[in-house]
């Protein structure tokens, strides 16, 4: 068994003496919360520390999370099923979120850490009533001082009898030079044998905007990724680079398929792949990219590549700080377009209580399911962002946001600046 930088091999579910944390170099981190710091036994200065920013721990959840020590951890979309692509639970909300949690842990555990070590949980639900029913399993999962930052929005399942879905990212104390990607023996295998999880070094990385290319399916995928390259290139940066693909689909009933043609333009075992739904969408998928930059060197915290009205950047390169993640934010008012002015108030006192300003905010997904809100978040853009500093961006028709009433939910990704 060999694992190996920027090529993924596997790694088997057992105890964490035979994972990647002793094959590494490195040895599994304390299960207590990291706060002030959870160090691995044996490491060698190796520690992770989360500081939750308005944090419920009634509920589980934060308003923001700032990674303050440790490399990021990247996980594949968790749907319940088993090793042999079994569903789960059918018909059962929480038993199927029972189960993805459970599955989620052993990703995790592959790589050092564990979920009480999630900086950010994104749930992925059938229907705003299947929210409601897992709300309690996730927060009996995270009570007490384990706090992420969640994301809760509406998509079409691609497996029959499946509700819900859900990706993370974690912090670990493991130390790689470069990005690892692993595949772990016992849970689902991925479509096209990309990885379950991908460890993404600390210190400077890169996110790449959402590229959608025209066409037919196979020659859209294929030619968003040549975008992508593209993008990459302009930062230095190569598809080896790449810890995570997330990828915004039409027609979801091509969701392996997709996968498989995006694991193909990757050598050995692709990242992990996440796949959600794109709704009233003219192009077949938006697929976006975050990569390690880990020997980039910067003037700035933060610097952005192709600045488009206002609006948004091709690339973000993050050059230092500590990574915060913003919850999927929502607004309280009836009118749409009042909610999404809520969202951005809302975001500038939580990057402020994280240490941060807009000016370092790094990324937006902005899930939209109300075409007033659209424009409204079109509209108030420019006059939001610096000119010069608009985020990295994605943003996504959805069928809904997981919330009743809800008319659209933006999450953020932001570094801070002391």
């Known amino acids: 068994m060999r694992i190996s930088p920027r090529v993924a091999s596997v790694c088997t579910a057992l105890p964490f003496a035979f994972t990647l ?12 919360q990291p706060s002030p710091v959870a160090k691995p036994s044996g490491a060698s200065g190796a520690a992770v520390r989360l500081r939750a920013v308005g944090p419920d721990s009634t509920r589980g959840r934060a308003d923001a999370v700032v990674v303050e020590a440790g490399a990021l951890v990247h996980t594949a979309l968790f749907r319940p099923v088993d090793a042999r692509g079994r569903v789960q639970g059918a018909g059962d909300a929480a038993a199927q979120a029972a189960h993805i949690l459970d599955a989620l842990a052993t990703a995790l555990k592959s790589a050092g850490t564990g979920l009480e070590h999630v900086a950010r949980l994104n749930v992925y639900v059938a229907d705003a009533s299947v ?3 897992i709300d309690p399993v996730i927060t009996k999962r995270f009570s007490g001082r384990a706090t992420p930052a969640m994301t809760f929005v509406e998509s079409r399942m691609p497996v029959t009898g499946t509700l819900v879905a859900m990706d993370a990212i974690a912090a670990t104390g ?20 990309s990885a379950h999880v991908a460890v993404q070094p600390a210190g400077p990385f890169v996110i790449v ?12 995928v294929k030619g968003t990724i040549e975008q992508l390259r593209g993008d990459l290139k302009t930062a230095g940066l190569g598809l080896d680079h790449v810890v995570h693909v997330k990828s915004f689909l039409g027609d979801m009933t091509r969701a392996q398929e997709l996968q498989r ?4 333009s990757f050598g050995g075992t ?5 796949v959600t739904e794109w709704r009233d969408s003219s192009l077949p998928v938006e697929i976006e990219l975050v990569a390690t930059a880990s020997r980039a060197t910067g003037t ?3 610097t ?21 993640f913003v919850a999927g934010l929502t607004g309280t008012s009836a009118d749409p377009a009042a909610q999404v002015r809520e969202i951005f108030d809302q975001l500038r006192r939580i990057v402020t209580d994280a240490g941060s300003d807009m000016r370092h905010v790094a990324k937006a997904t902005y899930y939209v399911a109300d075409k007033v809100a659209d424009q409204e978040i079109n509209t108030v853009r420019p006059s939001i962002y610096d000119a010069a500093r608009p985020p990295a961006a994605s943003k996504i028709s959805v069928p809904g946001t997981g919330r009743a009433g809800k008319a659209t939910v933006i999450d953020f990704i932001a570094v801070t600046t002391r």
């Open 21 to 32: 944390a002793a094959i590494c170099g490195g040895s599994p981190i304390s299960a207590e």
């Open 131 to 133: 929210a409601t029913v």
């Open 174 to 193: 493991l130390a790689s030079a470069t990005a690892t990607r692993i595949a772990v023996t016992g849970l689902a295998p991925a479509a096209g044998g």
């Open 209 to 220: 905007s959402g590229r959608a290319a025209p066409g037919e399916f196979d020659a859209a």
């Open 261 to 264: 043609l995006v694991a193909e």
């Open 270 to 274: 692709a990242p992990p792949q996440v």
């Open 300 to 302: 700035e915290r933060v």
């Open 304 to 324: 952005f590549v192709e600045p488009i009205s206002s609006r948004y950047s091709r690339v973000a390169r993050v050059f230092e700080g500590q990574p915060v």
